[in-house]
């Protein structure tokens, strides 16, 4: 049985390795980082996790069980496909925008991940990233009228869903174009509005056309 100084250790390793990997990503970190930064025995990720992949999947679960219940997918089934899109992306852009807590350390997290996969990559994206995928494809395919594996339908989601996301904080466009600034909340929710307008009115163009004429 684990004592406390054993359940304290454990939680240190934890709080370091949440804040080491979403800074500098799983491969730049070591064990001897970790250890020095939680101020435990170099073998204590060995004892509490197996080893240094165990830790980060013990990381990465936490990440994921602590943004379950996504609010963006939070819409009535009885919703019509319009409501439900827009009920999207009025929630999901100010999370992208301003993200808090633990949607600030999990959106670094998976920075990290894109620009560096790891083996846990599938189950992130699994857990984390296709359920919302998969409620814009049932959503636009609906609106559209045609199955959810439609490619009109995979397209429309990756539009969608890069117009919401430039709106993540980025330090490199604040370097480069020294006259941006980040949105205030009003702008915020004028730019949800915005996407909503051209993405429907989008859809509608497509859906309009003749079947198969943009396969």
Known sequence: MASGADDATRERLLEAATRLFSERGFRRVTVRDLCRDARANVSAVNYHFGDKLGLYREVVSRAVSRVRGDPTTDVSEDASPEEKLRHYVRTFVPRVAAPRGDELWMMKLMRQELHEP????????????????????????????????DPRVRRSVVSLQAQCLFYMPNNFRKVAFPDWRDPSPEEIAGAAEHICELTLAGIRAIAAQPTGSQR
């Open 118 to 149: 790891t083996p846990l990559a599938s189950w992130i994206a699994e857990q984390a990233i296709l359920p919302r995928i998969r409620f814009l494809a049932r959503t636009i395919a609906e609106l559209i009228g045609c199955p959810a594996d």
